[in-house]
């Protein structure tokens, strides 16, 4: 890598271990189907209680921000690039189901991510 892209990498690194506030209006999974040729986001509802931690709506069980666990997706929403699956997230999904700005700019950047992976072949983990 070249000394910008270091630079870049660390930043992004270093970011990535700041707190965030969760969105009550739920959480995605992204991932891709690259036989599709997909960027594929699963939503997920959740509540926040008290403590600030998200717990199912349904079973009021804290979910675990590692680890895997078994929950049923409120929508599967698919797009073939990061701006088609914005703008049907975004702007054609009535209720949004993002409430909070730095969740969705935290989206438009994973979708970015993904997209790119996608386009290149390269393997995709969401931050």
């Not at 270093?14 to 965030?20: D, F």
């Not at 995605?28 to 600030?52: M, P, Q, S, V």
């Not at 914005?86 to 909070?100: G, N, Y």
């Not at 969740?103 to 072949?121: C, K, Q, T």
Request: glycine letters at 8%; proline letters at 4%.
């Amino acid at each position: 890598m070249n000394r910008l892209a270091d630079t870049i990498t660390s930043i992004d690194n270093e970011l990535s271990k700041r707190h965030i506030d969760l969105d009550p209006g739920g959480y995605f999974i992204i991932y891709l189907d690259r036989e599709a040729g997909l960027i594929c986001a699963k939503h997920f509802t959740n509540l926040i209680n008290e403590k600030g931690l998200a717990v199912d709506p349904e079973t009021g069980k804290v979910i675990p921000a590692k680890g895997k666990i078994e929950r049923t997706a409120q929508t599967l929403y698919t797009g073939r690039t990061a701006k088609e699956l914005c703008v049907k997230i975004f702007e054609q999904t009535q209720p949004c189901p993002i409430s909070m700005l730095d969740h969705a700019a935290y989206l438009g950047r994973e979708f970015m991510r993904a997209e790119y992976a996608l386009i290149n072949g390269t393997e995709y983990v969401q931050d």
